[in-house]
């Protein structure tokens, strides 16, 4: 309905989107001209979606961390401040989140941003001296129902998605409520997405967990009181 009496609206408008589709690519294909502006128009819709989190792990020597999913397990590498904090002892004072969708590419790669923060009143001088070291800069929040000076820290990560294997129940973070990674497939219309590989998670003839082939750490996370407070992902480090 024109909400608007007197104004005409356009034929383009009033169709759905494949039908308008379907007209750009016969006007580009008509008007030789217009090629160039044509082929910059966006050629599919987004997909949003979301994957419900089982386990978040990091192997032990710090290079890769895997958030395996109902659906898909999302393996990244660990830059060289996340491998120093899986390291260090202190580490259960930082809580780490996802900030907003990963984006994943037609070829299962994905990019996404998180945030690693820690209270001031929780650290001790020689806590602000490594994470200061590590490349945490201050910063002042309001955190659920903490307000304060904070060290914080903001990445980008880059990896693969994987099809999900099923993981024994040990093996997964007992969440005090369930937790979901939300995810947008930069789906086009110039090709399908390819199927993703199995999942580099598996299991050693000695019933351990291994990603790549080297052991794990799970991540902490849920029931415990040092995840009470909550970002996008209720998740610790482990202890």
Not at 9 to 32: D, E, I, K, N
């Amino acid at each position: 309905m024109n909400s608007n009496p007197g104004h005409t609206v356009p034929l383009s408008s009033s169709l759905s989107t494949p039908a308008r589709r379907f007209f750009l690519a016969l006007a580009c294909a008509t008007l030789g001209l217009l090629q160039v502006g044509c082929a910059s128009t966006p050629e599919g819709d987004p997909v949003h979606g979301k994957d419900r989190v089982l386990s978040f792990v990091a192997a032990k020597d710090g290079r890769k961390v895997a958030i395996a999913g109902d659906k898909y397990h999302y393996v990244f590498d660990g830059d060289p401040s996340v491998a120093a904090l899986l390291r260090w002892d202190g580490r259960t004072k930082v809580t780490p989140a996802l900030i907003g969708e990963l984006k994943v590419a037609r070829n299962q790669s994905f990019e996404g941003q998180y945030v690693l923060m820690a209270f001031d009143a929780d650290l001790t001088p020689e806590d602000r001296n490594f994470l200061v070291q590590t490349g945490f800069a201050k910063a002042e929040v309001k955190y659920g129902d903490r307000t304060g000076p904070v060290l914080r820290y903001f990445g980008t990560v880059y990896g693969k998605r994987y099809a999900a294997v099923a993981l024994k129940s040990a093996d997964t973070v007992d969440f005090s409520r369930r937790q979901y990674l939300r995810y947008v497939e930069q789906e086009t219309l110039s090709g399908p997405f390819s199927q993703a590989a199995r999942s580099p998670l598996a299991y050693g003839a000695d019933g351990a967990m291994l990603l790549g082939g080297v052991p794990v750490r799970m991540v902490d996370g849920g029931t415990d009181h040092g995840c009470s407070l909550r970002l996008m992902l209720d998740i610790c480090f482990f202890k």
